[in-house]
């Protein structure tokens, strides 16, 4: 399934891209697609959008995040095309996702939509020089997304670092005072706003792993009906291919997110 949707306005010369889902890799694409999960993955997203070159672009981003190296391609995709790109968030836009949506040359949000940055994460397993290795890798990962967010905002790096230490999610209001945006959608101002998320405990790496394991269930759920469906029938076996690599890709085992 695709996870994006282009559609081009002739009259104006301009093209609207929504950006869904899962921010993946391009290996990890086809498995995601498989269980028909929308995704973002770099490849496929510099192919399409090669064909509108010179065209002013309007980007919606809803989005959790994912990939980090994926989002820093697709980051870059949109960096380099030659016409305007406007980024407007009505959902989230939160970690990876909040990488991308700083290529745009204007970023807006809804009112009612939430922004998030935070330190990257990821798992190891080995010795413990292997451990080492994983946390100075995790550093200079994060160096790159400051680079991300400090050519936009131009705040320090080290304020941009203190709110990826704090996990920092903001609101719209919140966003454009800290130049991570440049303006709400629909209204001027937000009346009787605070530029802080309240209740930001409902705002956590929580609601992120809640969203992977919500879709790690749907994957388990569909692969069990296929299997159960295919084991049914005499004459159909479930492919051993897609078994084993969903039960490597379970594990996600050594992956770099920022989500």
Same mark, same amino acid.
């Given at each position: 399934?695709?996870?994006?949707?282009?559609?081009?306005?002739?009259?104006? #010369?301009?093209?609207?891209?929504?950006?869904?889902?899962?921010?993946?890799? #391009?290996? #990890?694409?086809?498995?995601?697609?498989?269980?028909?999960?929308?995704?973002?993955?770099?490849?496929?997203?510099?192919?399409?959008?090669?064909?509108?070159?010179?065209?002013?672009?309007?980007?919606?981003?809803?989005?959790?995040?994912?990939?980090?190296?994926?989002?820093? +391609?697709?980051?870059?995709?949109?960096?380099?095309?030659? +016409?305007?790109?406007?980024?407007?968030? #009505? +959902?989230?836009?939160?970690?990876? +996702?909040?990488?991308?949506?700083?290529?745009?040359?204007?970023?807006?949000?809804?009112?009612?939509?939430?922004?998030?940055?935070?330190?990257?994460?990821?798992?190891?397993?080995?010795?413990?020089?292997?451990?080492?290795?994983?946390?100075?890798?995790?550093?200079?990962?994060?160096?790159?997304?400051?680079?991300?967010?400090?050519?936009?905002?131009?705040?320090?790096?080290?304020?941009?670092?203190?709110?990826? /230490?704090?996990?920092?999610?903001?609101?719209?209001?919140?966003?454009?005072?800290?130049?991570?945006? /440049?303006?709400? &959608?629909?209204?001027?101002?937000?009346?009787?706003?605070?530029?802080?998320?309240?209740?930001?405990?409902?705002?956590?790496?929580?609601?992120?792993?809640?969203?992977?394991?919500?879709?790690?269930?749907?994957?388990?759920?569909?692969?069990?009906?296929?299997?159960?469906?295919?084991?049914?029938?005499?004459?159909?076996?479930?492919?051993?291919?897609?078994?084993? &690599?969903?039960?490597?890709?379970?594990?996600?085992?050594?992956?770099?997110?920022?989500?």
């Amino acid at each position: 399934m695709r996870f994006w949707n282009f559609s081009a306005n002739a009259e104006e #010369d301009s093209v609207e891209l929504r950006i869904e889902g899962e921010i993946v890799s #391009d290996d #990890d694409a086809w498995f995601y697609e498989w269980f028909g999960i929308p995704v973002a993955s770099p490849n496929a997203f510099r192919a399409e959008l090669a064909n509108y070159k010179d065209k002013d672009i309007t980007v919606w981003i809803d989005s959790w995040g994912g990939d980090v190296f994926a989002a820093a +391609g697709m980051y870059n995709a949109l960096k380099e095309h030659k +016409g305007r790109v406007i980024v407007k968030i #009505d +959902g989230k836009a939160a970690s990876a +996702g909040s990488v991308i949506a700083m290529a745009g040359d204007e970023v807006h949000m809804s009112p009612v939509s939430i922004m998030m940055i935070h330190n990257p994460w990821s798992g190891a397993r080995g010795e413990a020089k292997d451990m080492r290795h994983m946390a100075d890798v995790l550093d200079e990962v994060k160096e790159t997304l400051i680079n991300a967010y400090q050519s936009k905002t131009k705040l320090s790096r080290n304020k941009i670092s203190r709110l990826m /230490d704090e996990e920092t999610w903001m609101s719209a209001k919140k966003a454009v005072s800290e130049g991570f945006a /440049d303006s709400i &959608l629909y209204t001027n101002t937000v009346e009787g706003a605070d530029p802080t998320v309240e209740n930001s405990f409902m705002f956590s790496r929580l609601a992120i792993q809640n969203s992977t394991s919500f879709t790690m269930d749907r994957f388990v759920e569909l692969f069990s009906k296929i299997k159960k469906t295919e084991d049914s029938t005499t004459n159909q076996r479930t492919p051993q291919a897609p078994l084993s &690599l969903f039960e490597k890709k379970i594990k996600l085992q050594g992956r770099v997110f920022n989500r």
